[in-house]
């Protein structure tokens, strides 16, 4: 009886604090949208809609009897490459590369004599280019280069299959043809965006943060002395203790629900095709964290330094996880295992990509044992340590 | 003047006096970041996974392939069919995984346009880069392909013609060669700039709740009533945090840059110059915040979550330039943005005549927050600890 007391009050106190509302149900939403709109634009093969014109040195020299190069000059006069490029010219090598170095171009590209016959007659023929001191710029104006260099090749190799009769011909290509689409990895159901993933991984941290209210909770008693007055009450620690926790258990199920519910209606996140399963990895997950943070607080003397051993290792894990920035492919199936995050965010990916359940399965069960082996170290700890001023 | 260097002082006897204290706000959190540097310095380097199953049988698929490879970004590895494939994208054993379709050569010499699957868990750079390379690589084999099928009429082996042409292409005898002087900054620094300044973020905020702590327990108020005005109260404090943070800032770049060997491309008293002023605007978000909320514990926690969508929005985790045009327009507003903006500026060579622009606006967002911020000092409210 006196639990529920306890939990009831608790469920109160969090929920009339403005900034822990704020914090539980609109930062992780905010969190999903702005991963969802900042990385939604560029889902599609296009590139950046606005790119800036780089300037780039164009050595272009007449040589060992054949004038400059005006297959190089043509194309630098294409009306879409003038919006990337902007062609200076450069007398030789050494003033493309010491304009580089000033920062009067941003890249450089040096035409060897004869590179029009060269190409013609079907002869191995190589521009140089010189990277300049912006990546952007050397990706815009490598790019540039590139395609026109790579499209050459194709039709030199065509010349010299085909015979001159290759050049005649104009492919027609239809201007927007995508010759790549984005698969869809679902096995049934829904079609699965990127934005998913960091919706998962967002829900999955928020999760781990909820035992910072853990620590608050628990602390708060101890900062403003009233647990010495509850103390002296008919209440056994046990039952404070429980019922505290209680209280927070239900505060992170709503959250919970909340960023799975409201995701889905607002910005039409689908997170799979077993709910219960994924209720089922969210109450583990939770299990997890409140032991973890039951166990950090009991053995940490101020709220401080408990909050931040918490959000570091929370932090930590997400990164780790490849929550946050992508990592190494290699690392997410080593290092990443380590951490909590990791296991449920697979089983939940493949809840929403309507995975076997066999595939689900051992996840469940590692879960499970994390769950079962830091449950009895709260437990352990709570024995040893206790909760009282 | 002389009783604003007391407080500041005090204050940063108090937070790193101690043993204790210089472990957790000195030594541990340099530590932290410096390893991240290292790690992420260390990805430089590699090559992306990258899955495919090639059902093609003929020159375009092997053609496809070659080419990829032959760019040297990326690392293939073969999966046995689309459902393996899958698998292993969605168990993130490769980044990205391309599935090539049966008959796709024939397909492509018949005049068709097929299409090949790229398949992604999620979005990022590289994944970016690698559809735009595929998507040139498979356009310029349909131009070939109906220039043959044009000039041959539909008649002959169209495949072989095909063929013999990607194999010709696949010699590159138009080409270019690159040469590389090392000019611009690497591709790393970004990143590591951006979790340097998201720790950063995150230790400003302990300073900041020592003075909340004062707050609370009215130790602000037996301040007020010695003889000092409250501009220095405020002054000292701010200069005390802003003391504290210098050292942890000199600690982490000493720690990457001789101990680790982390090259940072920058001169290293402007990349000291940059942390310095964005630490200024984190501590005046820091205290903004606590000046707003009242109880000191929910202070922390609305911090720590400040920290995330701002580090997001301000390009800490991917480039700015991959985000749509209004997301760009608001990352203006963040700090993290303008730091990253003049380190970038630094590493490419340029002058104070460009990087004045950065540094004024991050002085600007420092003044204001900070003013508004010197709110958290009134003695008189103690916060409520609901």
């Known amino acids: 009886m006196n639990t529920w007391t306890i939990m009831i009050y608790e469920l109160r106190r969090l929920f009339r604090s403005r900034s822990m509302l704020l914090n539980m149900f609109l930062l992780p939403l905010v969190l999903i949208f702005l991963l969802g709109a900042s990385l939604s634009g560029v889902v599609g093969v296009k590139g950046a809609a606005k790119i800036d014109p780089v300037r780039v040195a164009v050595v272009n020299p007449s040589g060992e009897g054949a004038g400059p190069s005006a297959m190089i000059a043509a194309f630098l006069k294409l009306p879409e490459v003038q919006k990337v490029i902007i062609p200076q010219e450069a007398e030789s090598r050494q003033a493309a590369e010491s304009g580089l170095r000033a920062g009067k171009y941003g890249y450089a590209v040096i035409v060897p004599g004869g590179f029009d016959s060269e190409v013609q007659s079907g002869k191995k023929a190589q521009l140089e280019f010189i990277l300049g001191k912006n990546r952007t710029d050397n990706m815009v104006a490598g790019t540039a280069f590139d395609n026109f260099l790579s499209t050459m090749n194709y039709k030199q190799a065509a010349v010299a299959t085909l015979g001159p009769e290759a050049l005649t011909v104009s492919a027609s290509l239809p201007a927007d043809h995508e010759a790549v689409k984005l698969g869809d990895l679902n096995n049934g159901g829904r079609t699965y965006t990127a934005s998913q993933f960091y919706a998962a991984s967002m829900l999955l941290m928020f999760l781990l943060y909820s035992g910072i209210t853990v620590t608050s909770s628990l602390f708060s008693e101890k900062d403003n002395h009233t647990l010495h007055r509850i103390n002296s009450m008919p209440v056994k620690g046990s039952e404070l203790f429980i019922g505290k926790i209680l209280g927070v258990g239900i505060v992170s199920i709503v959250q919970c629900l909340a960023i799975i519910l409201l995701s889905d209606w607002l910005f039409g996140v689908y997170w799979g095709n077993r709910p219960g399963l994924l209720l089922l990895f969210c109450l583990l997950m939770i299990i997890a964290s409140m032991t973890l943070s039951i166990v950090i607080c009991l053995f940490s003397k101020t709220a401080a330094s408990a909050s931040s051993i918490i959000s570091v290792i929370t932090v930590c894990m997400t990164f780790l996880s490849g929550g946050m920035a992508p990592l190494p492919d290699a690392w997410v199936n080593t290092i990443g295992a380590v951490t909590i995050n990791h296991w449920v965010l697979q089983a939940v990916i493949r809840m929403m990509l309507h995975s076997e359940l066999s595939q689900i399965l051992p996840n469940l069960l590692i879960i499970s044992i994390i769950c079962l082996v830091m449950f009895s170290a709260a437990i352990f700890s709570y024995r040893k340590v206790g909760y009282h001023e | ?386």
Request: aromatic content about 8%; proline content about 4%.
């Open chain 2, 1 to 386: 003047m002389n009783k604003i260097f007391t407080i500041a002082w005090n204050m940063v006897k108090r937070t790193i006096g101690s043993r204790k204290g210089f472990l957790t706000y000195i030594l541990l959190p340099s530590i932290v970041v410096a390893a991240i540097i290292s790690v992420t310095g260390g990805m430089e380097n590699h090559s992306a996974t990258v899955l495919y199953t090639n059902r093609d049988t003929g020159a375009a698929g092997q053609h496809l392939l070659a080419e990829l490879e032959n760019t040297g970004d990326y690392k293939l590895v073969p999966r046995k069919d689309e459902a393996a494939l899958k698998e292993g994208v969605i168990g993130q054993e490769g980044g990205v995984g391309i599935w090539i379709p049966a008959e796709y050569t024939a397909q492509l010499a018949h005049g068709e346009q097929p299409q090949l699957n790229i398949y992604e868990l999620r979005t990022t750079e590289t994944s970016i880069m690698f559809k735009m390379k595929v998507n040139t690589i498979a356009n310029e084999m349909l131009q070939t392909a109906q220039t043959v099928h044009a000039v041959s009429g539909g008649t002959g082996d169209a495949e072989a013609g095909f063929g013999a042409i990607l194999k010709q292409a696949g010699q590159h005898h138009v080409g270019s060669t690159r040469t590389d002087y090392d000019l611009y900054p690497r591709e790393t620094l970004g990143v590591i700039t951006g979790m340097t300044l998201m720790f950063l973020m995150s230790l400003v905020t302990s300073t900041v709740s020592l003075i909340m702590d004062d707050r609370r327990g009215r130790t602000m108020m037996r301040m007020f009533s010695a003889p000092v005005r409250s501009y220095e109260i405020a002054l000292g404090n701010f200069l005390g945090s802003f003391m504290v943070g210098v050292i942890q800032i000199a600690v982490v770049l000493i720690l990457g840059k001789w101990v680790l060997r982390y090259d940072y491309e920058v001169p290293a008293y402007l990349y000291f110059l940059v942390l310095a002023a964005f630490m200024l605007v984190s501590m005046g978000i820091a205290s903004t915040v606590a000046g707003l909320v009242r109880n000191p514990r929910n202070a922390g926690m609305l911090n720590a979550l400040i920290l995330t969508p701002t580090c997001m929005l301000g390009g800490c985790f991917w480039p700015l330039s991959v985000m749509p045009d209004y997301m760009q327009k608001a990352a203006n507003f963040m700090p993290q943005k303008w730091a990253i903006q003049a380190v970038d500026i630094a590493a490419t060579g340029g002058g104070w005549n460009e990087l004045w622009l950065p540094f004024a606006i991050l002085g600007l967002m420092a003044a204001v927050l900070l003013a508004i911020g010197s709110a958290i000092l009134r003695p008189n409210e103690t916060g409520i600890s609901a």
